[in-house]
């Protein structure tokens, strides 16, 4: 539905699609797993045997790239977050546009 339709309803729509939003945040989530440097250890030799995995969220504070080792409940509400993220950028990136829909058709009076 877009706001051609009723734009009224349509801003509702979009409204209920962010409410179930708990955490909101930008960036990116890494999963790494890591050689020790002990030679007799088994990660040496054996990719399948490194540690980890260990989880880092990589993101801009002000002018500064943060990261942050996180554990795994840590990384999967930030993953959640990200995706809520991106899809609020979305929503409003077409909200945007159809707006200047809305706008556009708008009769202008006449002088």
Same mark, same amino acid.
């Given at each position: 539905m877009g706001p051609s339709?009723?734009?009224?309803r349509w801003?509702?729509?979009?409204?209920?699609a962010l409410e179930p939003m708990e955490c909101v945040c930008s960036g990116s989530?890494?999963? #790494? /797993?890591?050689?020790?440097?002990?030679?007799?250890? *088994?990660?040496?030799?054996?990719?399948?045997?490194?540690h980890g995995p260990y989880f880092?969220?990589?993101?801009?504070d002000r002018d500064r790239v943060i990261h942050h080792i996180l554990t795994r409940n840590q990384?999967?509400?930030? #993953? /959640?977050a990200i995706l809520n993220y991106r899809a609020? *950028?979305?929503i409003i990136a077409r909200w945007d546009r159809d707006s200047t829909t809305?706008?556009?058709?708008?009769?202008t009076p006449k002088s």
């Open positions: 339709s009723n734009p009224k801003i509702t729509t979009l409204q209920q989530l890494f999963t #790494r /797993t890591r050689v020790c440097g002990k030679p007799n250890c *088994r990660c040496a030799t054996d990719p399948d045997a490194r880092t969220w990589a993101h801009r990384a999967q509400l930030v #993953r /959640t609020i *950028r979305r809305v706008i556009l058709a708008q009769k």
